[in-house]
């Protein structure tokens, strides 16, 4: 096996893992605890359609037959709060003591509207309470308040909603807003309800139609989902895609969170998990005005909220990862990092380096060159290593041509000849190819990390107006393995990447295998342009800038390098072998040796066997 024979699967390998980074994959078989299936698009149980019925005005005997000792907080008017800190404006509803809408103040949708993350027409809850009489929605209630429309300063601020059933039994709901934040505490008490309430959860019910902040549709399809943490936290989440998903589970939940691409609106339990939960999305292609509808139908222990410990949190922000890891356990997982193979790296590397150079650099563009600059300095003696892998190979070139001449097409002969020539000189075939793979880890993180990154979202560079989308530098009708634009980050990284190919194959001597490498080489650059046209302008402009720096570092290393002195080495190696001097092949090269002797003996034997059989048939 050569040189290039070892990259070949070394490529294959990392087309193969490319693979399956890219294909969407089927939804996982969940254990009984926890079923998956799809479904198509309906209501929750027809729960959506009972909260719309029950939003309408009722009359006294309305209300007496539906809410029973509820009835005196059954009617009532109406009245918004408005309260909002530096980072949202949030309003409350009198109506149910509720979340009526948020809107992030930071961040503009992708045509530059207010983003109102939910308000009364797409998100829709229900709090259910088992009473003796039947089940009362708390959210269908009017609440009183002595909160006032203002802002929150200095210190976080306190609003209770209470509503008085009969003297001395009431349900009181209290919000905390931050001075600063996305985190709202929540607090459910039950005062003097103990002969009303029936035994069993209460049902906390909602339902988001997601709307569209990001210019592509169908990449928010298949970005929006829900994420959960269940109770022995570990992290799961219903299956990305554009079908949809349904998860029922038995075990408890310690938070949930409704995800969009670039932003979350999430429910967290501080004491007790949630002893069930139902989590759905569902997409309906001929609605463009909704990405996905999640419903999340989930209990909440009524033992808490009786011994005044039903306390929870509401998180309405951006999926940033710098915010989530102060807001429960585990919810930074929300922002997907990659595989756990390569999360580390993007973990503990790339953010925090990408976070550092935030500090000093305003312009993402110059931000992206500097973390390219970083990265390959940190891989130069790598870098290094492999070139002069690759000069050693133009030196030994000469000897492999004669080689080639002497043994003929006899592929089991060159390679046998080849490796005892590597032995002679004490050049490891695996000497290139080690820094090759050591690079690909990174390739895969950044692969992954670019296309979550909320930092990139609407900072432009040069042409492009947002780094977290693909730059349509061209438009067009859609045509197939393209789409309908083309970008141009994507061709300037393919035409580097072809560029350095070329600049690489002249430098790389033609090696004796079944596989033309270096055609190889312009054909994958060119694979990879129809996979990353519609992947984040930030991604492509990294790479190719990448290819840019490292023909510049490879240039700069040639500078340096004298394969004169190179070949004298591998002379004195050939000299200290031929003597017994030298060093016995590692035990990789030993095995490739060891298995090339017996692959050119077993052929020997079949020529010979051959032979045997025409001189007996003669």
Known sequence: MDRNQIIGIVLILAMLVGYQLLVPKPAPEKPAAQQTQTTRPTTASGVAAAINKAEQPLDSAAAKAQFGDFSPVATGQARDIVVENKDIKVTFSTHGGRVKEVVLKGYKTYNQKPLVLIDEQSSKTLLELPTNRGKVDLHQLYYQTTAQNGAVSGQSQQIVFRAEVAPGQSVEQIYTIPAEGYVLDYNLKLDG??????????????????????????????????????ADENFEKLTEGESNQEATLEKPVQWFTIKHKYFLSGFVAKNSPMPKATFKTLVDPADSSVVKTAIADVMLPIADVKAGKGQYKFYYGPNDFQLLGSVAPEFDQNVYLGYSVLKPI????????????????????????????????????????????????????????????????????????????????????????????????????LFMLFPNLIELRQKSFLWANDLSTYDAFITFPTIPFIGSHLSLFTVLMTASSIAYAYYNNQTTPTQPGPVNMKAMSYVFPLMFMFVLNSYPSGLTFYYFVSNVVTIAQQLLIRRFVDEDKIKAVLDENRRKNAAGEGK?????????????????????????????????NK
């Open 193 to 230: 309800l103990a002969n009303t309430v029936a035994t069993g959860d209460i049902r906390f019910f909602w339902e988001d139609k997601m709307r569209q902040y990001e210019n592509d549709l169908s990449n928010n399809r298949k970005a929006a989902t829900i994420d959960y943490l269940t």
């Open 346 to 445: 993007n973990k503990y590397f790339f953010v925090p380096v990408f976070n550092f150079l935030e500090k000093f650099i305003t312009n993402y563009g110059l931000l992206i060159i500097a973390l390219v600059v970083f990265v390959k300095l940190i891989l130069t003696p790598l870098t290094y290593k492999s070139y002069i892998s690759m000069a050693k190979m133009r030196v030994l070139q000469p000897e492999l041509n004669e080689m080639k001449e002497r043994v003929g097409d006899d592929m089991t002969k060159q390679q046998a000849e080849q490796m005892k020539l590597y032995q002679e000189v004490g050049v490891s075939p695996l000497s290139g190819c080690i820094p090759v793979l050591a690079t690909m880890p990174i390739l895969f993180s």
């Open 584 to 616: 016995k092949p590692g035990g990789f090269q030993a095995l490739l040796q060891k298995q090339l002797a017996a692959a050119d003996e077993a052929r020997k034997n079949a020529d010979e066997a051959q032979k045997r059989a025409k001189s007996k």
